[in-house]
Protein backbone atom coordinates (compact mmCIF):
# COMPACT_ATOMS: atom_id res chain seq x y z
CA UNK A 1 0.00 0.00 0.00
CA UNK A 2 1.22 3.40 -0.90
CA UNK A 3 1.79 5.81 1.50
CA UNK A 4 -0.55 8.24 0.39
CA UNK A 5 -3.40 5.50 0.25
CA UNK A 6 -2.24 4.84 4.01
CA UNK A 7 -3.11 8.31 4.90
CA UNK A 8 -5.99 8.04 3.20
CA UNK A 9 -6.99 4.53 5.25
CA UNK A 10 -6.27 6.66 8.36
CA UNK A 11 -8.03 9.78 7.59
CA UNK A 12 -11.45 7.39 7.24
CA UNK A 13 -10.41 5.45 10.45
CA UNK A 14 -10.43 9.20 12.51
CA UNK A 15 -13.58 9.95 10.92
CA UNK A 16 -14.91 6.73 12.11
CA UNK A 17 -13.87 7.24 15.49
CA UNK A 18 -14.79 11.31 15.82
CA UNK A 19 -18.11 9.91 14.45
CA UNK A 20 -18.22 7.39 17.45
CA UNK A 21 -18.30 4.49 15.25
CA UNK A 22 -17.05 1.40 16.79
CA UNK A 23 -13.96 -0.07 15.54
CA UNK A 24 -14.66 -3.87 15.27
CA UNK A 25 -12.20 -6.50 15.47
CA UNK A 26 -12.16 -7.05 11.04
CA UNK A 27 -11.76 -3.12 10.54
CA UNK A 28 -8.60 -1.78 8.97
CA UNK A 29 -7.30 -0.06 11.70
CA UNK A 30 -3.67 1.85 12.17
CA UNK A 31 -0.89 -0.57 13.28
CA UNK A 32 -0.10 2.02 16.38
CA UNK A 33 -4.14 1.86 17.31
CA UNK A 34 -3.62 -2.12 17.35
CA UNK A 35 -0.64 -2.15 19.22
CA UNK A 36 -2.15 0.38 22.13
CA UNK A 37 -4.83 -0.95 22.48
CA UNK A 38 -2.99 -4.86 23.11
CA UNK A 39 -0.93 -2.97 25.53
CA UNK A 40 -3.85 -1.35 27.41
CA UNK A 41 -6.51 -4.00 27.25
CA UNK A 42 -3.77 -6.98 28.05
CA UNK A 43 -2.36 -5.04 31.02
CA UNK A 44 -6.11 -4.22 32.39
CA UNK A 45 -6.89 -8.15 32.04
CA UNK A 46 -3.30 -9.30 33.82
CA UNK A 47 -4.72 -6.53 36.71
CA UNK A 48 -7.64 -8.66 37.16
CA UNK A 49 -5.39 -11.80 37.34
CA UNK A 50 -2.98 -10.31 39.79
CA UNK A 51 -5.50 -8.69 41.69
CA UNK A 52 -7.14 -11.83 42.85
CA UNK A 53 -3.76 -12.80 44.51
CA UNK A 54 -4.25 -9.96 47.37
CA UNK A 55 -7.69 -10.68 48.26
CA UNK A 56 -7.57 -14.37 47.73
CA UNK A 57 -4.57 -14.44 50.48
CA UNK A 58 -8.07 -13.89 52.74
CA UNK A 59 -10.45 -16.32 51.39
CA UNK A 60 -9.26 -19.17 53.77
CA UNK A 61 -9.02 -16.54 56.55
CA UNK A 62 -12.70 -14.87 56.00
CA UNK A 63 -14.57 -13.99 59.27
CA UNK A 64 -17.60 -15.39 58.32
CA UNK A 65 -19.28 -17.37 56.07
CA UNK A 66 -20.95 -14.69 54.55
CA UNK A 67 -17.78 -12.95 54.21
CA UNK A 68 -15.91 -16.00 52.70
CA UNK A 69 -18.96 -16.94 50.07
CA UNK A 70 -18.84 -13.21 48.63
CA UNK A 71 -15.11 -12.56 48.65
CA UNK A 72 -14.97 -15.91 46.72
CA UNK A 73 -17.97 -14.45 44.54
CA UNK A 74 -15.64 -11.26 43.77
CA UNK A 75 -12.55 -13.01 43.32
CA UNK A 76 -13.96 -15.36 40.66
CA UNK A 77 -15.94 -11.83 39.50
CA UNK A 78 -12.48 -10.73 38.37
CA UNK A 79 -11.22 -13.93 37.21
CA UNK A 80 -14.06 -13.64 35.04
CA UNK A 81 -13.01 -9.95 33.96
CA UNK A 82 -9.75 -11.62 33.28
CA UNK A 83 -10.64 -14.00 30.85
CA UNK A 84 -13.08 -11.54 28.96
CA UNK A 85 -10.58 -9.49 28.83
CA UNK A 86 -7.84 -11.20 27.81
CA UNK A 87 -10.38 -13.06 25.10
CA UNK A 88 -11.18 -8.87 23.85
CA UNK A 89 -7.28 -8.59 23.45
CA UNK A 90 -7.12 -11.92 21.16
CA UNK A 91 -9.15 -10.48 18.57
CA UNK A 92 -6.49 -7.73 17.75
CA UNK A 93 -4.24 -10.54 16.89
CA UNK A 94 -2.38 -11.66 19.83
CA UNK A 95 -3.16 -14.78 21.55
CA UNK A 96 -3.30 -15.68 25.42
CA UNK A 97 -0.21 -17.45 26.09
CA UNK A 98 1.87 -15.15 24.53
CA UNK A 99 0.17 -11.96 26.96
CA UNK A 100 1.02 -14.49 29.77
CA UNK A 101 4.74 -14.57 28.38
CA UNK A 102 4.83 -11.07 28.48
CA UNK A 103 3.50 -10.54 31.92
CA UNK A 104 5.67 -13.35 33.19
CA UNK A 105 8.83 -11.37 31.72
CA UNK A 106 8.03 -8.17 33.26
CA UNK A 107 7.42 -6.69 29.29
CA UNK A 108 3.84 -6.08 30.57
CA UNK A 109 2.91 -3.90 33.20
CA UNK A 110 -0.19 -4.37 35.66
CA UNK A 111 -1.62 -2.20 38.38
CA UNK A 112 0.75 -0.97 40.37
CA UNK A 113 -1.73 -1.47 43.47
CA UNK A 114 -1.70 -5.18 43.94
CA UNK A 115 2.16 -4.79 44.84
CA UNK A 116 1.17 -3.84 48.05
CA UNK A 117 0.45 -6.71 50.79
CA UNK A 118 -3.16 -7.40 52.33
CA UNK A 119 -2.05 -7.77 56.17
CA UNK A 120 -5.61 -7.77 58.06
CA UNK A 121 -9.17 -8.45 57.06
CA UNK A 122 -9.89 -4.53 56.89
CA UNK A 123 -7.65 -4.56 54.17
CA UNK A 124 -10.07 -6.25 51.63
CA UNK A 125 -13.21 -3.59 53.23
CA UNK A 126 -10.48 -1.28 51.74
CA UNK A 127 -9.47 -2.53 48.83
CA UNK A 128 -13.27 -2.77 47.59
CA UNK A 129 -13.89 0.82 48.51
CA UNK A 130 -10.79 2.52 47.44
CA UNK A 131 -9.41 0.25 44.82
CA UNK A 132 -12.32 -0.99 42.89
CA UNK A 133 -13.64 2.78 43.48
CA UNK A 134 -10.85 4.20 42.25
CA UNK A 135 -10.86 1.89 39.10
CA UNK A 136 -14.44 2.47 38.51
CA UNK A 137 -13.74 6.15 37.59
CA UNK A 138 -11.08 5.08 35.43
CA UNK A 139 -12.80 2.34 33.30
CA UNK A 140 -16.82 4.15 33.56
CA UNK A 141 -15.13 5.83 30.42
CA UNK A 142 -14.17 2.77 28.65
CA UNK A 143 -17.61 1.61 28.36
CA UNK A 144 -17.60 4.21 25.73
CA UNK A 145 -14.35 3.83 23.53
CA UNK A 146 -13.95 3.08 20.27
CA UNK A 147 -12.58 -0.29 19.85
CA UNK A 148 -15.74 -2.37 20.00
CA UNK A 149 -14.93 -5.79 22.03
CA UNK A 150 -13.20 -3.40 24.70
CA UNK A 151 -16.28 -1.40 25.15
CA UNK A 152 -18.07 -4.35 25.53
CA UNK A 153 -16.31 -5.72 27.77
CA UNK A 154 -16.26 -3.06 30.08
CA UNK A 155 -19.86 -2.22 30.88
CA UNK A 156 -20.01 -6.02 32.01
CA UNK A 157 -16.93 -5.03 34.42
CA UNK A 158 -18.43 -1.91 35.63
CA UNK A 159 -21.36 -3.61 36.64
CA UNK A 160 -19.62 -5.70 38.90
CA UNK A 161 -16.85 -3.34 40.14
CA UNK A 162 -19.51 -0.98 41.38
CA UNK A 163 -21.29 -3.72 43.11
CA UNK A 164 -17.70 -4.60 44.80
CA UNK A 165 -17.00 -1.18 45.58
CA UNK A 166 -20.32 -1.32 47.70
CA UNK A 167 -19.31 -4.60 49.39
CA UNK A 168 -15.92 -3.05 50.07
CA UNK A 169 -17.50 0.00 51.36
CA UNK A 170 -19.68 -2.11 53.31
CA UNK A 171 -17.22 -4.25 55.15
CA UNK A 172 -15.58 -1.27 56.38
CA UNK A 173 -18.92 0.65 57.67
CA UNK A 174 -18.94 -2.57 59.36
CA UNK A 175 -16.03 -2.76 60.64
CA UNK A 176 -16.29 0.95 61.42
CA UNK A 177 -19.58 0.24 63.54
CA UNK A 178 -17.74 -2.12 65.78
CA UNK A 179 -15.55 -1.81 68.42
CA UNK A 180 -12.13 0.36 68.97
CA UNK A 181 -10.17 -2.43 67.38
CA UNK A 182 -12.55 -2.75 64.32
CA UNK A 183 -12.37 0.58 63.99
CA UNK A 184 -8.40 1.12 64.48
CA UNK A 185 -8.02 -1.91 61.62
CA UNK A 186 -10.35 -0.23 59.24
CA UNK A 187 -8.20 2.93 60.15
CA UNK A 188 -4.88 1.52 59.60
CA UNK A 189 -6.24 -0.07 56.42
CA UNK A 190 -7.31 3.05 54.55
CA UNK A 191 -3.51 4.77 55.96
CA UNK A 192 -2.15 1.97 53.77
CA UNK A 193 -4.22 2.12 50.86
CA UNK A 194 -5.28 5.62 50.38
CA UNK A 195 -1.78 7.06 48.80
CA UNK A 196 -1.64 3.87 46.64
CA UNK A 197 -5.21 4.56 45.69
CA UNK A 198 -4.05 7.65 44.41
CA UNK A 199 -1.03 6.51 42.48
CA UNK A 200 -4.04 4.42 40.52
CA UNK A 201 -4.97 6.83 38.67
CA UNK A 202 -1.45 7.28 37.25
CA UNK A 203 1.21 9.75 36.99
CA UNK A 204 0.58 13.85 36.46
CA UNK A 205 -0.76 15.14 33.33
CA UNK A 206 2.94 16.67 32.79
CA UNK A 207 4.69 13.26 33.15
CA UNK A 208 1.65 11.14 30.99
CA UNK A 209 3.06 9.82 28.12
CA UNK A 210 -0.23 8.06 26.58
CA UNK A 211 -2.50 10.68 27.01
CA UNK A 212 -3.15 12.98 24.07
CA UNK A 213 -3.43 9.99 21.62
CA UNK A 214 -5.71 8.32 23.87
CA UNK A 215 -7.41 11.07 24.50
CA UNK A 216 -8.41 10.75 20.38
CA UNK A 217 -9.45 7.42 20.60
CA UNK A 218 -11.41 7.49 23.38
CA UNK A 219 -9.40 5.25 25.59
CA UNK A 220 -9.38 8.23 27.57
CA UNK A 221 -11.81 11.00 28.08
CA UNK A 222 -10.55 12.97 30.73
CA UNK A 223 -6.75 13.42 32.32
CA UNK A 224 -5.14 11.34 35.31
CA UNK A 225 -5.41 14.64 37.30
CA UNK A 226 -9.24 15.31 36.43
CA UNK A 227 -10.03 11.77 37.27
CA UNK A 228 -8.03 11.60 40.51
CA UNK A 229 -9.60 14.89 41.76
CA UNK A 230 -13.08 12.92 40.93
CA UNK A 231 -12.32 9.88 42.91
CA UNK A 232 -10.57 12.52 45.77
CA UNK A 233 -14.45 14.78 45.88
CA UNK A 234 -16.52 11.30 45.74
CA UNK A 235 -14.37 9.24 48.62
CA UNK A 236 -13.59 12.02 50.88
CA UNK A 237 -17.51 12.58 52.16
CA UNK A 238 -17.32 8.52 52.29
CA UNK A 239 -14.42 8.48 55.00
CA UNK A 240 -16.91 10.95 56.36
CA UNK A 241 -19.54 8.86 57.13
CA UNK A 242 -17.34 5.98 58.42
CA UNK A 243 -16.12 8.26 60.23
CA UNK A 244 -12.34 7.66 59.87
CA UNK A 245 -9.85 9.99 58.27
CA UNK A 246 -7.65 10.16 55.47
CA UNK A 247 -3.95 10.20 56.22
CA UNK A 248 -3.41 13.62 53.94
CA UNK A 249 -2.86 16.52 56.61
CA UNK A 250 -3.04 18.87 53.52
CA UNK A 251 -7.03 17.59 52.64
CA UNK A 252 -8.66 20.21 52.60
CA UNK A 253 -12.49 21.10 51.22
CA UNK A 254 -11.79 24.43 48.97
CA UNK A 255 -14.95 26.59 48.19
CA UNK A 256 -13.29 28.51 45.56
CA UNK A 257 -12.77 25.57 43.32
CA UNK A 258 -15.29 23.52 44.72
CA UNK A 259 -12.91 20.54 45.07
CA UNK A 260 -10.41 19.06 47.68
CA UNK A 261 -7.41 20.27 47.79
CA UNK A 262 -4.72 17.53 48.86
CA UNK A 263 -1.40 16.79 49.64
CA UNK A 264 1.80 15.87 47.63
CA UNK A 265 2.14 12.59 46.51
CA UNK A 266 5.01 10.30 47.04
CA UNK A 267 5.80 9.69 43.18
CA UNK A 268 8.89 8.27 43.75
CA UNK A 269 7.39 5.52 45.50
CA UNK A 270 5.02 5.05 42.68
CA UNK A 271 7.98 4.56 40.45
CA UNK A 272 10.05 2.48 42.63
CA UNK A 273 6.79 0.28 42.46
CA UNK A 274 5.88 0.45 38.75
CA UNK A 275 9.83 -0.72 38.05
CA UNK A 276 9.07 -3.79 40.33
CA UNK A 277 10.51 -3.14 43.41
CA UNK A 278 7.34 -2.90 45.31
CA UNK A 279 6.57 -4.79 48.74
CA UNK A 280 5.16 -7.44 46.58
CA UNK A 281 5.94 -7.32 43.44
CA UNK A 282 8.66 -10.27 43.40
CA UNK A 283 5.89 -12.28 45.48
CA UNK A 284 3.65 -11.63 42.94
CA UNK A 285 5.19 -12.88 40.29
CA UNK A 286 6.24 -15.56 41.95
CA UNK A 287 2.65 -17.00 42.18
CA UNK A 288 1.83 -16.38 38.71
CA UNK A 289 4.99 -17.81 37.03
CA UNK A 290 4.38 -20.79 39.89
CA UNK A 291 0.91 -21.34 38.94
CA UNK A 292 1.78 -21.31 35.47
CA UNK A 293 4.36 -23.67 35.87
CA UNK A 294 2.85 -26.22 38.18
CA UNK A 295 0.13 -26.25 35.56
CA UNK A 296 2.28 -27.37 32.75
CA UNK A 297 1.62 -30.80 32.47
CA UNK A 298 -2.17 -30.11 33.40
CA UNK A 299 -2.58 -28.06 30.10
CA UNK A 300 -0.37 -29.95 27.90
CA UNK A 301 -2.57 -33.63 29.06
CA UNK A 302 -5.79 -31.14 28.16
CA UNK A 303 -4.11 -30.55 24.50
CA UNK A 304 -3.37 -34.57 24.49
CA UNK A 305 -6.52 -35.89 24.96
CA UNK A 306 -8.50 -33.25 22.48
CA UNK A 307 -6.44 -34.51 20.13
CA UNK A 308 -6.61 -38.00 20.45
CA UNK A 309 -10.54 -37.36 21.07
CA UNK A 310 -10.25 -35.81 17.59
CA UNK A 311 -8.43 -38.78 16.40
CA UNK A 312 -11.25 -41.04 17.58
CA UNK A 313 -13.99 -38.83 16.06
CA UNK A 314 -12.09 -39.37 12.75
CA UNK A 315 -11.49 -42.88 12.72
CA UNK A 316 -15.00 -43.80 13.68
CA UNK A 317 -16.99 -41.83 10.62
CA UNK A 318 -14.41 -43.18 8.07
CA UNK B 1 -38.77 -42.49 77.70
CA UNK B 2 -41.35 -39.80 77.82
CA UNK B 3 -42.18 -37.42 74.66
CA UNK B 4 -39.59 -34.70 75.19
CA UNK B 5 -36.67 -36.83 75.74
CA UNK B 6 -37.64 -38.77 72.78
CA UNK B 7 -38.03 -35.36 71.60
CA UNK B 8 -34.48 -34.03 72.50
CA UNK B 9 -33.14 -37.06 71.27
CA UNK B 10 -34.50 -36.51 67.88
CA UNK B 11 -33.09 -33.46 67.77
CA UNK B 12 -29.48 -33.94 69.44
CA UNK B 13 -29.38 -36.91 66.76
CA UNK B 14 -30.70 -34.60 63.93
CA UNK B 15 -28.33 -32.00 64.91
CA UNK B 16 -25.29 -34.57 64.53
CA UNK B 17 -26.57 -35.16 61.21
CA UNK B 18 -26.48 -32.31 60.00
CA UNK B 19 -23.38 -31.81 60.92
CA UNK B 20 -21.99 -35.09 59.14
CA UNK B 21 -23.05 -33.74 56.04
CA UNK B 22 -22.09 -30.44 55.92
CA UNK B 23 -19.05 -30.41 57.34
CA UNK B 24 -17.87 -32.48 54.18
CA UNK B 25 -18.68 -29.38 51.87
CA UNK B 26 -16.95 -26.85 54.75
CA UNK B 27 -13.13 -28.79 54.56
CA UNK B 28 -13.54 -29.27 51.22
CA UNK B 29 -15.24 -25.79 50.25
CA UNK B 30 -11.98 -24.41 52.55
CA UNK B 31 -9.29 -26.86 50.82
CA UNK B 32 -11.00 -25.77 47.25
CA UNK B 33 -11.04 -22.05 48.06
CA UNK B 34 -7.20 -22.15 49.07
CA UNK B 35 -6.66 -22.49 45.25
CA UNK B 36 -8.38 -19.42 43.98
CA UNK B 37 -5.39 -17.65 41.56
CA UNK B 38 -3.01 -20.40 42.17
CA UNK B 39 -4.79 -23.04 39.25
CA UNK B 40 -3.54 -24.11 36.23
CA UNK B 41 -5.22 -22.11 34.19
CA UNK B 42 -7.67 -19.26 33.95
CA UNK B 43 -10.79 -21.63 33.25
CA UNK B 44 -9.95 -24.02 35.63
CA UNK B 45 -9.22 -21.63 38.37
CA UNK B 46 -13.17 -20.04 37.53
CA UNK B 47 -13.95 -23.33 38.10
CA UNK B 48 -12.69 -24.31 41.40
CA UNK B 49 -13.79 -21.21 42.53
CA UNK B 50 -17.15 -21.62 41.53
CA UNK B 51 -17.12 -25.18 42.93
CA UNK B 52 -16.03 -23.53 46.74
CA UNK B 53 -18.47 -21.45 46.37
CA UNK B 54 -21.55 -23.67 45.78
CA UNK B 55 -19.85 -25.96 48.61
CA UNK B 56 -19.91 -22.68 51.00
CA UNK B 57 -23.67 -22.01 49.85
CA UNK B 58 -24.32 -24.86 50.87
CA UNK B 59 -22.81 -25.51 54.19
CA UNK B 60 -24.67 -22.04 54.95
CA UNK B 61 -27.97 -23.59 54.79
CA UNK B 62 -27.41 -26.51 56.40
CA UNK B 63 -25.78 -24.71 59.52
CA UNK B 64 -28.30 -22.09 59.74
CA UNK B 65 -30.76 -25.00 60.37
CA UNK B 66 -28.39 -27.13 62.42
CA UNK B 67 -28.36 -23.70 64.51
CA UNK B 68 -31.76 -23.45 64.30
CA UNK B 69 -32.00 -27.10 65.74
CA UNK B 70 -29.81 -26.27 68.78
CA UNK B 71 -32.20 -23.13 69.27
CA UNK B 72 -29.81 -21.74 71.92
CA UNK B 73 -28.29 -18.86 69.84
CA UNK B 74 -25.47 -20.17 68.46
CA UNK B 75 -25.36 -19.48 64.41
CA UNK B 76 -23.96 -20.56 61.59
CA UNK B 77 -20.27 -19.12 61.67
CA UNK B 78 -20.37 -20.42 65.77
CA UNK B 79 -20.70 -23.59 64.70
CA UNK B 80 -18.75 -23.41 61.51
CA UNK B 81 -15.47 -21.89 63.39
CA UNK B 82 -15.64 -21.98 67.02
CA UNK B 83 -15.71 -25.99 67.01
CA UNK B 84 -12.53 -28.11 68.57
CA UNK B 85 -10.90 -30.29 66.07
CA UNK B 86 -12.82 -33.42 67.42
CA UNK B 87 -15.87 -32.38 67.13
CA UNK B 88 -15.56 -31.51 63.09
CA UNK B 89 -17.42 -34.88 61.47
CA UNK B 90 -15.41 -34.76 57.75
CA UNK B 91 -14.46 -37.09 56.23
CA UNK B 92 -10.65 -37.81 56.28
CA UNK B 93 -10.96 -37.55 52.67
CA UNK B 94 -11.50 -33.57 52.08
CA UNK B 95 -8.59 -32.59 54.39
CA UNK B 96 -6.75 -34.03 52.51
CA UNK B 97 -3.90 -31.46 50.87
CA UNK B 98 -3.87 -30.00 47.56
CA UNK B 99 -0.69 -31.61 46.83
CA UNK B 100 -0.97 -30.75 42.84
CA UNK B 101 -3.63 -30.85 40.66
CA UNK B 102 -4.04 -34.38 40.15
CA UNK B 103 -4.67 -35.00 43.60
CA UNK B 104 -7.21 -32.15 44.09
CA UNK B 105 -8.92 -33.47 41.17
CA UNK B 106 -8.81 -36.76 42.39
CA UNK B 107 -10.20 -35.93 45.93
CA UNK B 108 -13.01 -34.06 44.86
CA UNK B 109 -14.30 -36.44 42.14
CA UNK B 110 -13.99 -39.38 45.10
CA UNK B 111 -16.28 -37.10 47.12
CA UNK B 112 -18.60 -35.71 43.72
CA UNK B 113 -19.45 -39.51 43.20
CA UNK B 114 -20.93 -39.82 46.54
CA UNK B 115 -22.23 -36.75 47.41
CA UNK B 116 -24.34 -36.78 43.96
CA UNK B 117 -25.70 -40.61 45.21
CA UNK B 118 -26.28 -39.23 48.86
CA UNK B 119 -28.39 -36.32 47.62
CA UNK B 120 -30.28 -37.95 45.67
CA UNK B 121 -31.26 -40.38 48.06
CA UNK B 122 -31.85 -37.03 50.42
CA UNK B 123 -34.30 -35.73 48.49
CA UNK B 124 -37.04 -38.15 49.39
CA UNK B 125 -36.31 -36.88 53.48
CA UNK B 126 -38.94 -37.16 55.54
CA UNK B 127 -37.48 -33.68 57.05
CA UNK B 128 -38.58 -31.19 54.43
CA UNK B 129 -35.58 -28.33 54.79
CA UNK B 130 -33.14 -31.07 54.36
CA UNK B 131 -34.64 -32.09 51.43
CA UNK B 132 -35.36 -29.33 49.81
CA UNK B 133 -31.19 -28.09 50.49
CA UNK B 134 -30.79 -31.68 48.71
CA UNK B 135 -32.50 -30.63 45.85
CA UNK B 136 -30.69 -27.50 45.56
CA UNK B 137 -27.50 -28.85 45.91
CA UNK B 138 -27.89 -31.31 43.85
CA UNK B 139 -27.87 -29.08 40.63
CA UNK B 140 -24.73 -27.87 41.53
CA UNK B 141 -22.83 -31.01 42.67
CA UNK B 142 -24.44 -32.92 39.26
CA UNK B 143 -22.02 -30.10 37.62
CA UNK B 144 -19.09 -30.79 39.90
CA UNK B 145 -19.61 -34.62 39.02
CA UNK B 146 -19.30 -33.72 35.60
CA UNK B 147 -15.98 -31.33 35.88
CA UNK B 148 -14.17 -33.77 38.13
CA UNK B 149 -14.95 -36.84 35.87
CA UNK B 150 -14.35 -35.04 32.47
CA UNK B 151 -11.01 -33.98 34.46
CA UNK B 152 -10.41 -37.51 35.30
CA UNK B 153 -10.10 -38.87 31.90
CA UNK B 154 -8.35 -35.81 30.74
CA UNK B 155 -5.44 -36.84 33.17
CA UNK B 156 -5.77 -40.02 33.01
CA UNK B 157 -6.06 -40.23 29.35
CA UNK B 158 -4.02 -37.43 28.25
CA UNK B 159 0.28 -37.53 28.43
CA UNK B 160 2.09 -40.46 29.88
CA UNK B 161 3.14 -37.61 32.94
CA UNK B 162 -0.75 -37.04 33.77
CA UNK B 163 -1.84 -40.33 33.41
CA UNK B 164 0.89 -41.45 36.10
CA UNK B 165 0.09 -38.40 38.25
CA UNK B 166 -3.57 -38.97 38.48
CA UNK B 167 -3.14 -42.93 39.04
CA UNK B 168 -0.53 -41.98 42.07
CA UNK B 169 -3.22 -39.93 43.37
CA UNK B 170 -6.19 -42.22 42.97
CA UNK B 171 -4.08 -44.77 44.54
CA UNK B 172 -3.46 -42.76 47.34
CA UNK B 173 -6.69 -41.26 47.90
CA UNK B 174 -8.78 -45.01 47.29
CA UNK B 175 -7.77 -45.64 51.05
CA UNK B 176 -10.00 -42.76 52.21
CA UNK B 177 -13.24 -43.74 50.36
CA UNK B 178 -14.60 -46.52 52.70
CA UNK B 179 -15.42 -44.28 55.65
CA UNK B 180 -18.57 -43.39 53.60
CA UNK B 181 -20.24 -46.27 53.79
CA UNK B 182 -19.66 -46.58 57.71
CA UNK B 183 -22.70 -45.35 59.67
CA UNK B 184 -22.66 -43.03 62.61
CA UNK B 185 -24.92 -43.52 65.23
CA UNK B 186 -26.22 -40.22 64.51
CA UNK B 187 -26.75 -41.97 60.19
CA UNK B 188 -28.39 -44.92 61.97
CA UNK B 189 -30.72 -43.16 63.92
CA UNK B 190 -31.48 -40.66 61.05
CA UNK B 191 -32.07 -43.37 57.86
CA UNK B 192 -34.26 -45.70 60.32
CA UNK B 193 -36.64 -42.01 61.14
CA UNK B 194 -36.60 -41.58 57.60
CA UNK B 195 -34.66 -38.44 57.50
CA UNK B 196 -31.31 -39.62 56.77
CA UNK B 197 -30.06 -41.40 54.19
CA UNK B 198 -28.64 -45.37 54.01
CA UNK B 199 -25.51 -44.75 53.46
CA UNK B 200 -24.46 -48.37 52.98
CA UNK B 201 -27.01 -48.91 50.38
CA UNK B 202 -24.91 -46.88 48.12
CA UNK B 203 -21.49 -48.52 48.56
CA UNK B 204 -22.16 -50.76 45.27
CA UNK B 205 -23.16 -47.97 43.36
CA UNK B 206 -20.70 -45.93 44.06
CA UNK B 207 -17.61 -47.80 43.76
CA UNK B 208 -19.26 -49.01 40.28
CA UNK B 209 -19.09 -45.26 38.95
CA UNK B 210 -16.12 -44.63 40.38
CA UNK B 211 -14.69 -48.19 38.42
CA UNK B 212 -16.75 -46.71 35.15
CA UNK B 213 -15.24 -43.62 35.04
CA UNK B 214 -11.57 -44.72 36.21
CA UNK B 215 -11.54 -46.98 33.26
CA UNK B 216 -12.66 -44.71 31.42
CA UNK B 217 -9.84 -42.74 32.12
CA UNK B 218 -7.64 -45.47 31.46
CA UNK B 219 -6.62 -45.67 35.24
CA UNK B 220 -6.26 -49.22 37.08
CA UNK B 221 -9.05 -48.83 40.29
CA UNK B 222 -6.90 -49.89 43.17
CA UNK B 223 -7.48 -53.22 44.74
CA UNK B 224 -5.65 -52.19 48.18
CA UNK B 225 -8.28 -53.01 50.99
CA UNK B 226 -6.63 -51.00 53.43
CA UNK B 227 -8.63 -48.28 54.50
CA UNK B 228 -8.69 -45.14 56.90
CA UNK B 229 -11.35 -43.91 58.87
CA UNK B 230 -11.74 -41.59 62.03
CA UNK B 231 -12.94 -38.12 61.02
CA UNK B 232 -16.48 -39.05 61.27
CA UNK B 233 -15.49 -39.98 64.71
CA UNK B 234 -13.53 -36.48 64.81
CA UNK B 235 -10.31 -38.06 64.54
CA UNK B 236 -8.64 -35.95 62.06
CA UNK B 237 -5.34 -36.12 60.27
CA UNK B 238 -2.43 -33.99 61.03
CA UNK B 239 -3.41 -31.54 57.97
CA UNK B 240 -6.96 -30.71 59.77
CA UNK B 241 -5.31 -28.19 62.94
CA UNK B 242 -3.77 -26.20 60.48
CA UNK B 243 -6.73 -25.95 57.88
CA UNK B 244 -8.70 -25.34 60.75
CA UNK B 245 -5.95 -22.80 61.90
CA UNK B 246 -6.72 -20.26 59.22
CA UNK B 247 -10.81 -21.00 59.19
CA UNK B 248 -11.08 -20.23 62.48
CA UNK B 249 -8.14 -17.10 62.74
CA UNK B 250 -10.70 -14.37 62.81
CA UNK B 251 -13.36 -15.62 65.33
CA UNK B 252 -10.59 -17.03 67.07
CA UNK B 253 -8.65 -14.35 67.66
CA UNK B 254 -11.78 -11.72 67.84
CA UNK B 255 -14.01 -13.04 69.83
CA UNK B 256 -17.77 -12.25 69.85
CA UNK B 257 -17.87 -9.54 67.12
CA UNK B 258 -19.69 -8.47 63.84
CA UNK B 259 -17.72 -8.52 60.82
Known sequence: ?318 | MNNEQGDSRLRGNLYNYILTIADNSLILGQRMGELCGHGPSLETDIACTNISLDLLGQVRSYYQYAAKIAGDGRTEDDIAMLRTEREYVNVLLVEQPNTDFAYTIARHFLFDIFHFLFLTELQKSKDLTLAAIAKKSLKEVSYHERFTSDWIKRLGDGTEESHQKMQTAIDDLWAYTDEFFNPTSAEKAMAEEGIGVDITALKKKYYDTVSEVLEEATLKVPESKYFHKGGKQGIHSEHMGFLLAELQYMQRTYPNLEW
Request: proline share 4%; charged share 30%; glycine share 6%.
Open chain 1, 1 to 318: MSEKEIKNLEEIFEARIARDEKIEPKDWMPEKYRQTHIRQISQHAHSEIVGMLPEGNWITRAPSLRRKVALLAKVQDEAGHGLYLYSACETLGISRDEMYEQLHSGKAKYSSIFNYPTITWADIGAIGWLVDGAAIINQVPLCNTSFGPYARAMVRVCKEESFHQRQGFEIMLTLCRGTEKQKAMAQDALNRWWWPALMMLGPTDAESVHTEQSMKWKLKRKSNDELRQQFIDQTVPQADILGITMPDPDLKWNEETGHYDFGEIDWDEFWQVVKGHGPMNKERMKARVGAWERGEWVRDAAMAFAEKNEQRKIAKSS
